[in-house]
């Protein structure tokens, strides 16, 4: 009965791979996210999707590449990954709207090399 | 865009007693603002938010105030207890689009000592 899911759950690759974070919720929700919580717990939104349209792009590197298949599933590529992308990533859904309340995937920490 | 500063960085206090955390925000056109507990590699979890039409807000021991004159929310925890440990982050949004846009505080690391 997960929520919010994450695949995979640690990631850890080298410098110049590209690689992908799957997330998929099963609460009905219309509107997905994408957070990086830095070293220093820092979270950040980098996407949103609103029934797989795209509505929040924050100043992100063009590396990284957003795709929604469909409302249930939002998916992050990276390509050419840095040092400075070690971070974990957060997914997360909510009903569409002001003030509702967005439940948090269980993370992906990525770690590269 | 929107910012929001959170203090203190770091907090610890015995058990049973209060604790407090405090936010400013900079975008006047934020209209909601929730708080989120963070446990040690866990992840973030709402535990009670407000309204900008609306002052104070309680849920058994938390309570969340609200000055949009000031731009200020506050977190207030009272008989802490060793569970509430954890890293807290206020965050303030406003509507983009079909959902929430949240700018998260820095967290405030919450250690209740025995």
């Known amino acids: 009965d997960t929520a919010v899911s994450q695949t995979p759950k640690y990631l850890v690759t080298q410098m110049g791979n590209d690689k992908s974070i799957k997330c998929e919720q099963n609460?009905?929700?219309?509107?997905m996210y994408w957070y990086k919580q830095d070293s220093k717990k820092f979270l950040k939104i980098m996407f949103s999707?609103?029934?797989?349209?795209?509505?929040i792009n924050e100043t992100v590197p063009n590396r990284f590449s957003p795709k929604s298949p469909d409302k249930a599933h939002l998916n992050l590529h990276i390509n050419s990954l840095e040092l400075g992308d070690s971070a974990v990533y957060f997914c997360?859904?909510?009903?569409?709207?002001?003030?509702?309340?967005?439940?948090f995937g269980p993370g992906t920490r990525l770690t590269v090399t | 865009g929107e910012n929001v500063e959170q203090h203190p960085s770091t907090l610890s206090v015995q058990e049973g007693d209060s604790a407090v955390i405090k936010c400013t925000y900079s975008?006047?056109?934020?209209?909601?603002f929730p708080w989120y507990k963070q446990e040690l590699g866990k992840r973030p979890q709402l535990i009670i938010d407000?309204?900008?039409?609306?002052g104070e807000k309680k849920d058994q021991r938390i309570a969340v105030t609200l000055n949009k004159t000031a731009k200020h929310f506050s977190l207030h925890i009272t008989e802490t207890q060793p569970e509430d440990s954890a890293v807290y982050f206020c965050?303030?949004?406003?509507?983009?689009?079909?959902?929430?846009?949240?700018?998260f505080g820095t967290g405030t690391q919450l250690k209740v000592e025995l």
């Open positions: 975008d006047s056109a934020s209209n909601y």
């Open positions: 609460l009905g929700h219309d509107t």
């Open positions: 999707y609103n029934n797989k349209e795209l509505i």
């Open positions: 997360a859904s909510s009903q569409a709207g002001l003030a509702y309340e967005q439940y």
């Open positions: 965050a303030a949004s406003k509507f983009a689009g079909g959902g929430n846009k949240l700018t």
């Open positions: 407000i309204r900008s039409n609306v």
